[in-house]
C-alpha cells in the first residue's frame, strides 16, 4: 500500500482536492486493486466519490473504514442532489466525528477513524451492500449494478423477441449475465463473452453462469480492441454517465458492436424509444430494423 493513500471514483478538478499519489480502487476502473479485497487498516487516507446509492454508498464507506489505519482519514463528497446531502449522516451513524463544507455545489466530508467507531453498524453496512442471492430474480447481484434488483423492462423486451443465436456472441455491458444466461439456453451458441466495466458485475456473472462456454471480462468496452470474428452482439447499452445522460456511450456500442461482428452478423440491442441511434447504425451495419417496442424500449436488430 502506497503512503499517499486511495482514491474511489473521479474527484472532479473543480473541488480543488490533492489526489496526487492516490491508488484507484473503485470497481468501476477495470484493472484497480478493489477496496474490498485490501487487508484491514492498510491505508492513511481515502478519498471517496461517494456512490448515489444507499445501500451501495453505504458499503464503499464502510469498507473504507475498515481498510483504514486508525487516526487515518476519509475523505467523502458527492453532489448535493446525488447524495451528497446524506453524507454527514451517515458517518456519523458509524460514530465519527468530522467536518463538513460545501464546494461547488458538492458536500464534502472529513473524518477521522478512532476507536469510537461503530464495529456494529460497519457489519450491518458491508452484510446490506454485499453480493448476494435477490429475492426478485433468483440470481447473484449487489448494490451499485444497474438494475440489481430487478430484471429491467429493456433486457426483459429483448428476452422476449430475441432470435435463436448462434456460434460466437458477446454481451456487451453484460451486468449480472441476465442475457448471457438466456443466450446459453440454445446450444448453437458455441461460445459467449460477455463484457463490462463493472468488477461487481463481472463477479456476479461468473456467479450466475456457470456454462462452460461463458466466460467474462472487466474491461473498459470502449478501449478494446475488435476482432471481427463475433456472429451475434447482444446489448442493452448505458445512455447515463455519472446520473447525466449521454446519448454518445449508445452510439459508442453501436461502433463497437459492429467492429466486433464479422460480415453478415447480428447485433440486437435495446434503447429508450426516444434515443437517436439510427444515423449510426446506418453507417455501421448494411441494414437495421425494429423488431419490437414496448414500456417505453424498442428492440433493434442490425446486420453488419
Known amino acids: 500500500m502506497r503512503d499517499d493513500g486511495l482514491i474511489y471514483g473521479l474527484v472532479p478538478a473543480l473541488l480543488r482536492i490533492d489526489v496526487a499519489g492516490a491508488c484507484q480502487c473503485s470497481p468501476l476502473f477495470p484493472g484497480a486493486a478493489l477496496l474490498e479485497d485490501m487487508m484491514e487498516a492498510s491505508a492513511q487516507r481515502i478519498l471517496m466519490h461517494a456512490p448515489a446509492g444507499t445501500a451501495e454508498r453505504r458499503f464503499a464507506l464502510a469498507h473504507a473504514l475498515r481498510v483504514l489505519k486508525m487516526e487515518g482519514t476519509l475523505t467523502v463528497f458527492a453532489r448535493g442532489d446525488k447524495g451528497g446531502g446524506r453524507i454527514a449522516k451517515e458517518l456519523r451513524s458509524f460514530h465519527l466525528n468530522m467536518q463538513e463544507e460545501a464546494r461547488a455545489h458538492h458536500r464534502i466530508c472529513t473524518a477521522t477513524k478512532t476507536s469510537d467507531t461503530c464495529t456494529e453498524a460497519l457489519a450491518h453496512a458491508l452484510k446490506e ?25 429493456g433486457s426483459a423486451l429483448l428476452i422476449e423477441h430475441l432470435s435463436a443465436l448462434h456460434g460466437k456472441v458477446a454481451d456487451l455491458g453484460c451486468g449480472y449475465g441476465v442475457l448471457s444466461k438466456h443466450l446459453l439456453q440454445s446450444s448453437m451458441v458455441t461460445a459467449l463473452e460477455g463484457y463490462d466495466i463493472d468488477a461487481r458485475a463481472v463477479n456476479a456473472s461468473r456467479m450466475n453462469v456457470t456454462d462452460d462456454r461463458a466466460k467474462f471480462f472487466w474491461v473498459n468496452l470502449l478501449t478494446l480492441q475488435a476482432t471481427g470474428d463475433y456472429d451475434a452482439v447482444v446489448m442493452n447499452p448505458p445512455f447515463h454517465d455519472g446520473g447525466v445522460e449521454d446519448k454518445s456511450l449508445g452510439q459508442r456500442f453501436i461502433e463497437q458492436a459492429s467492429a466486433m461482428l464479422r460480415t453478415g452478423g447480428e447485433c440486437w440491442m435495446v434503447a429508450n ?32
Request: positive net charge; aromatic residues 12%.
Open 129 to 153: 451492500g454485499a453480493l448476494q442471492c435477490s429475492y426478485a430474480h433468483g440470481l447473484y447481484s449487489q448494490p451499485g449494478i444497474f438494475s440489481y434488483d430487478r430484471i429491467d423492462a
Open 273 to 304: 424509444t426516444h434515443l437517436p441511434y439510427e444515423a449510426v447504425l446506418s453507417q455501421h451495419f448494411t441494414h437495421a430494423s425494429v423488431m419490437a417496442q414496448a414500456h417505453g424500449f424498442k428492440l433493434i436488430k442490425a446486420v453488419k
